[in-house]
Each structure stands twice: as structure tokens, then as C-alpha cells.
């Protein structure tokens, strides 16, 4: 089955600066690769997704690159503000079958 | 328009009960999913339904969960004899299409089980 991990558990950076959560994954048949943010008392709420068919998304600050061949991808996300302070789940996923979340980053941007 | 609605918000049940948590998607939404969240912990994905089908049901935690959705619409995530390890957020979810094939998943408040 899939294993997912995520790293680092936690982050705080400088507000303006920017950040990165790395997730490894294992199973190479895995083809779908979301992220969630998840405030703090709220559901999750997808913020940019990626399919194994491309090596980079962006979406205006947050953007999301995969390597399959190593098996990992990572959320970069530029010029942070104190609203992005959440935790973030990536996951990884075949088609809906295993479907495996990552532990989870506890990210604090700090005014 | 209407959002994922969940019902109830709190369910609090003793041990050995059968609760039943209802997921009313957004209309149209053909994929819905079911997640976990136990306290302070990540996600945990469950089960998801394509249509009326589910075609992957190994997510469940153990036979005593089970789940249907009916006419492309609401769907029941039922726990029977529950235990206190069940206590946990469960979350809704739907999109348009399924996610890893385009669609944009919205997420319901969830139902917050607490087993006594």
C-alpha cells in the first residue's frame, strides 16, 4: 500500500518569506497528489492540486512541483501572510485507491 | 448555492450503539467522499462513491463501517457497535467530477462522534 511522508511537522517563517513542505510517497502508481490547508477549528479545504502528468502548478502564491522519478512533491508557497498559518496535508493517490494523507505541517507565519 | 451539509453536527453515543452520519453533497456532484479526523491527528481517508458505487471500499476501518449513497445524492456513513477508538470528526466531502480527474472537492462542517 501507499505511505506518505510529510516534513517538516512543523514551520514558522517571517511573514514575506517563503515556504516549503516536502511529501515522499511510495507507491510509483500513485498519480494524483492534492494539498489541503486546515485552520484551526475548520475542515480542510483543497488549495492546489497536481497530476502525474506535469511537473509543476502554480496558482498565484502557492505552487506545487513533482518528481516522480524520486517520488516526491512539495508546496511552495511565496510571500506568506499571517492567514496562511494552518496546517497542511498533502496526500497521494492512484485513481481514489490509496488514498494516503501525509501527517500533516503545522505552518505559523509570524507578523 | 448550497454548500456540503452534514448531519448531525454532534453525535455522542455509547459504547456498543449504531450511529448513522448523513452527507448531503452539493447537487450534481456525481464523486463524495468520507475522511476521519480523530483529535489533533491528519486525515484519514475512507471511502469514496463514483455514482451510487464505490469502487474501493478497502479505506473502511474495519467491517463494522459501511457506507451507501443513493440516487447520486445523500449518502450514509453507518458505524455499528461502536468503540471509543471511533471518536472522531467525519467528514464529507463532494466534486463535480472526481478529484483526480478534475474536480474540485468541497468539504462539509462534519459530524464530531464522541463514544462514551
Known amino acids: 500500500g501507499e505511505n506518505v511522508e510529510q516534513h517538516p511537522s512543523t514551520l514558522s517563517v517571517q511573514e514575506g518569506d517563503s515556504a516549503v513542505i516536502k511529501c515522499t510517497y511510495s507507491d510509483s502508481a500513485s498519480n494524483y497528489f492534492p494539498w489541503y490547508k486546515q485552520e484551526l477549528g475548520k475542515g480542510p479545504q483543497l488549495i492546489i492540486d497536481i497530476r502525474s502528468n506535469v511537473g509543476e502548478k502554480k496558482d498565484q502564491r502557492i505552487a506545487v512541483t513533482l518528481n516522480k522519478t524520486a517520488k516526491h512533491f512539495s508546496l511552495h508557497i511565496t510571500e506568506t501572510q499571517p492567514e496562511d498559518s494552518a496546517v497542511y496535508f498533502c496526500?497521494?493517490?492512484?485513481?481514489?485507491?490509496?488514498?494516503?494523507f501525509g501527517p500533516g505541517t503545522r505552518l505559523s507565519v509570524l507578523p | 448555492g448550497a454548500g456540503v451539509s452534514q448531519s448531525p453536527s454532534n453525535k455522542v453515543t455509547e459504547k456498543g450503539k449504531d450511529v448513522e452520519l448523513r452527507c448531503d453533497p452539493i447537487s450534481g456532484h456525481t464523486a463524495l467522499y468520507w475522511y476521519r479526523q480523530r483529535l489533533g491527528q491528519g486525515l484519514e481517508f475512507l471511502i469514496y462513491f463514483q455514482g451510487n458505487s464505490a469502487p474501493d471500499k478497502s479505506g473502511l476501518p474495519s467491517d463494522r463501517f459501511s457506507a451507501e449513497r443513493t440516487g447520486e445524492s445523500v449518502s450514509t456513513l453507518t458505524i455499528q457497535r461502536t468503540q471509543q477508538e471511533d471518536s472522531a470528526v467525519y467528514l464529507c466531502?463532494?466534486?463535480?467530477?472526481?478529484?483526480?480527474?478534475?474536480?474540485?472537492?468541497?468539504f462539509g462542517p462534519g459530524t464530531r462522534l464522541t463514544v462514551l
Open positions: 496526500a497521494a493517490t492512484n485513481y481514489g485507491q490509496n488514498f494516503v
Open positions: 466531502a463532494s466534486s463535480l467530477v472526481s478529484a483526480w480527474s478534475g474536480g474540485e472537492q468541497f
